[in-house]
């Protein structure tokens, strides 16, 4: 599963890598748009030979599935409002960044399909909720009429009430996951403005062919994914803004990512989080509480 250097502890372990990252993303950047493929490649394997990302190169596919996967992003790349990235260098960051996820969770089978969420120690979150459970926010997709009218009605007439988006493809949840976002959620309320609603996720589990739906909808959808494997989940920092209590979000997820507990990616609208496997024991005895 994870995999650990034995003189450096996963909080400092997260810094290194988080640094080299921003790095290649400040040397892409650089190229500007547009920017001859090979050169982007030729920065990617030049970044990947140093040893604090190196240790990508353990992944499935290596070396080359990283530098081929970071040049037909970059050049795939178009202004999308759908995308959390907003560049091209920003998408390959994004990249980087969830490939230290992959490193955590690299044993994890993928969920094909929504069949395979029976293999795994999954929970509904409706369920949860309607048993009082769940401490933070979600909206369910649905392709239904009079669910979809609802939804319109809602961003019309009541704004603030929760942010645009299809809401969860599924509600299935890891009840590490569940335990996760529920201390999140205890947390952010600790140090929110009064009548600060519940943080909001807007993703947790998704299957792949989920995923190359968003990717084929412009949306920063990146395979391979721990979303595919049920480890990650998106928690929204911008609407939160319109209560003053986005500083609240961005201070939280930075004390987990500061400890080492999760790795946490500012993705725009919504921040991406992971958590740790070493990590992982406790919060299930959460979810499960």
Not at 86 to 101: E, F, H, P
Not at 252 to 266: E, F
Request: overall charge negative; charged content about 25%.
């Amino acid at each position: 599963m994870a995999r650990r250097d034995a003189d450096v502890g996963p909080a400092q372990l997260l810094r290194q890598r988080r640094t080299s990252v921003d790095e290649v993303t400040e040397t892409l950047e650089a190229l500007g748009p547009g920017a001859d493929p090979a050169k982007v490649a030729s920065v990617m394997r030049s970044a990947l030979e140093q040893p604090t990302l190196g240790f990508l190169s353990e992944l499935p596919g290596g070396v080359e599935r990283l530098v081929t996967q970071s040049v037909e992003d970059y050049v795939r790349f178009s202004p999308n409002p759908a995308s959390n990235a907003q560049t091209a260098a920003g998408l390959v960051r994004i990249l980087l960044l969830q490939n230290v996820d992959l490193l955590w969770w690299d044993d994890e089978p993928d969920f094909a399909t929504v069949d395979d969420f029976t293999r795994a120690d999954m929970t509904d979150l409706v369920d949860e909720r309607r048993a009082g459970r769940v401490r933070f926010s979600f909206g369910i997709a649905s392709d239904g009429l009079i669910r979809r009218s609802r939804d319109f009605a809602v961003q019309r007439l009541m704004p603030w009430r929760e942010p645009r988006g299809p809401g969860l493809a599924f509600t299935a949840i890891r009840p590490a996951m569940l335990g996760l976002l529920n201390e999140v959620a205890d947390r952010v309320a600790a140090i929110a403005p009064a009548g600060t609603p519940p943080i909001r996720v807007n993703s947790i589990v998704r299957t792949i062919d989920h995923q190359l739906h968003l990717k084929s909808l412009g949306f920063s959808a990146l395979l391979p994914s721990v979303h595919c494997r049920g480890w990650a989940a998106d928690i929204e920092v911008d609407w939160m803004a319109r209560f003053g209590a986005d500083d609240a979000v961005r201070t939280v997820l930075g004390d987990y990512l500061d400890r080492g507990v999760l790795n946490v990616i500012d993705e725009g609208r919504a921040w991406h989080v992971c958590l740790d496997p070493a990590d992982a024991p406790r919060y299930e005895a959460l979810g499960k509480a």
